[in-house]
Structures are given as C-alpha cells and as structure tokens.
C-alpha cells in the first residue's frame, strides 16, 4: 500500500529553501513512529535536506542523476519502480516522504494520507499539490497545542482514498 506522510500549513506550504519551516518536535516524533520498519521514497533534494539516510527505514531516493550514490540507500530512477514494490508487498506500506515534486507525482496512487495540519501561514517556496476531501475519508484526528516543543498548533490526521 502506498500512503503519503506530509506537514503543511493553511496555504500548503511545505518548506523554504530546502528546509522545514517549522520546529514541531512531536510531530517528529509521529513521523518515526508511523514510518520506522516501512520503506520511505523521498526526492534527492529532500534527501539533501535531511542529510543521512533515517534509521531503522529502507530509504529509496528518486533522483534522475544516474551517477548519484548514497550509502545505506536504494537509489531509483523512475516512479514505476515504487509502483511496482507496491504492488509485489501489498502487505507493506511504503511512504512517500516529499518534497513536493514527488508528492505531485504520487499523490494520484496513494491510498492513505498522513497530514499534520500546522495552524499558521508560513513563508513557502515548496508546496503540496491541491487534493480532494471528496475522494477521501478522514479515519483519525489528533490535535496538538503550541508549547515549548511544537511551534504552532497542529492537527495530525489519516485520510483514506475512497473506492
Ligand atoms: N513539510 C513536509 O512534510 C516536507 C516533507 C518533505 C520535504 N519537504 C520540503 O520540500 C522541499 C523539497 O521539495 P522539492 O520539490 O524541492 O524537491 P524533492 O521533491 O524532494 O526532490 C526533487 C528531485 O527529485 C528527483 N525527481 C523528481 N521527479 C523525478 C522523476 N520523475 N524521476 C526521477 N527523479 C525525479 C529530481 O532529482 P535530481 O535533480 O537529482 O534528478 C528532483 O530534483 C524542501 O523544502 C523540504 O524541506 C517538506
């Protein structure tokens, strides 16, 4: 099964020159806890950002660049690839982590969403693709206060494609 896992704001803002434009510590920690033990597909410039492979997750990197090499990471070429792993483990969950070129290119196949919503409206340069409610139902909400370890309020939620 393919999900997406994504943080945006009111205007689906994502990121400012290559970096999250929030510090939300427990939705960190939501993002270890739905992921860990899946396989996460994330572009090379979300990659970069990141810096390292994320532990205890087989880490597939898109990039078109054919001599582009990471250790501890599985380097593809093209979304069909992705789309096949899904298909040969449907028993698996693979999570698509970003940025937004490739949640552009995934968001039509996915099955579930993992959303944070940040209650703000943030300085953007990189932004989610628009997406309907309508096609999907909403199975689970949390919401969390601003203090001293998240930023802004936010609401974790899942969405399921309808069929
Ligand atoms: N808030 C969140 O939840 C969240 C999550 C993740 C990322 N982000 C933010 O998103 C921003 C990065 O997003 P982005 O759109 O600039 O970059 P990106 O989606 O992370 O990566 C884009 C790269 O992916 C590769 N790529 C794209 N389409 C491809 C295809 N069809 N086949 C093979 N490779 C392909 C290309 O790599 P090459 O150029 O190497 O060919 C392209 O430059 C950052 O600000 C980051 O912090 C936010």
Redesign the pocket.
């Known amino acids: 099964m393919l999900s997406i896992?994504?943080?945006?704001d009111q205007n689906l803002?994502?990121?400012?020159?290559?970096?999250?434009?929030?510090k939300l510590s427990d939705d960190l920690k939501n993002?270890k806890q739905v992921t860990e033990h899946n396989y996460i597909v994330?572009?090379?410039?979300?990659?970069?950002?990141i810096g390292r492979p994320l532990p205890n997750r087989k880490n597939i990197?898109?990039?078109?660049?054919s001599s582009?090499k990471q250790e501890k990471c599985i380097i593809?070429?093209?979304?069909d690839k992705v789309l096949n792993l899904a298909k040969e483990k449907p028993h698996m969950e693979i999570f698509i982590?970003?940025?937004?070129?490739?949640?552009?290119?995934f968001l039509p196949h996915v099955h579930r969403l993992y959303i944070?919503k940040v209650n703000a409206k943030i300085k953007?340069?990189?932004f989610?693709p628009k997406w309907q409610e309508s096609e999907f139902k909403r199975i689970g909400q949390r919401h969390y206060a601003k203090d001293q370890n998240n930023e802004f309020d936010f609401d974790f939620e899942v969405w399921e494609k309808q069929v």
């Open positions: 896992i994504v943080a945006y803002g994502i990121g400012i020159k290559n970096t999250l434009p929030w993002f994330m572009g090379r410039k979300t990659y970069e950002s990197i898109l990039t078109r660049n582009f593809i070429d093209s979304i982590i970003g940025g937004a070129e490739i949640y552009e290119l944070t953007a340069d990189a989610f």
